[in-house]
């Protein structure tokens, strides 16, 4: 699907009378951050209204990483509150006249900030993005249920793997690092993510 055609998509999910959850999937430094984003832009500008919601904001604290001795995979999906992440889905699923407030994953801080994002009753579409809304697994899969659709975010894999380096040079990672980095753990992320690609409603190839 071209990004004309699902802005159209997006467009009309908005305009159902009820709320909709749009999940953005794809690998690391794939874009769909960048492509949230802009579509949530968008939307906006068109008079609806949309909360961006990213999945990040579930990463386990970087103190308890440490002390579970998993901080080195950090992204892998053990590393997150997937549980969390799946009964938020479910309170933005209600739609009731709650408020209410998801986390944020602050990069420079490398932790996230409870309660940061605000989703109000009046919410018409929720963009929720993160790697692992395709996942086949529990309770990443009542997840995936919650949600409307789910798009893939595809990039060749050269140009995402430089983009993944450049990103971790510069929140402070030596070069040698963020090679290792983008090659070892990151990438086993990467092709275990690319594996649900055929589970998406359609798949986008950016510009």
Known sequence: MGVDGALGRAVELAGRGRRAILGITGAPAAGKSTYAAGLAAELSSRGHKVALVPMD??????????????????????????????????????????????????????????????????????????????????????????????????LADDVRQARLEARHRQFGR??????????????????LIAATKPAADAILQLP
């Open 57 to 154: 904001g579930y990463h386990l604290a970087q103190a308890a990483l440490e002390r579970l001795g998993i901080a080195e995979v950090k992204g892998a999906p053990h590393t997150f509150d997937a549980g969390g992440f799946v009964a938020l889905l479910e309170r933005l699923r209600k739609q009731d006249d709650e408020t209410v407030w998801a986390p944020r994953f602050d990069r420079e801080l490398e932790d996230s900030i409870a309660a940061s994002i605000q989703v109000d009753a009046e919410v018409e579409v929720v963009l929720v993005e993160g790697n692992y809304l395709l996942l086949d697994q529990e309770p990443w899969a009542t997840g995936r249920r919650l949600m409307d659709e789910v798009w893939y975010v595809d």
């Open 174 to 191: 030596s070069p040698e690092e963020a090679r290792e980095r983008t090659l070892g753990s990151d990438e086993h992320n990467a092709r």
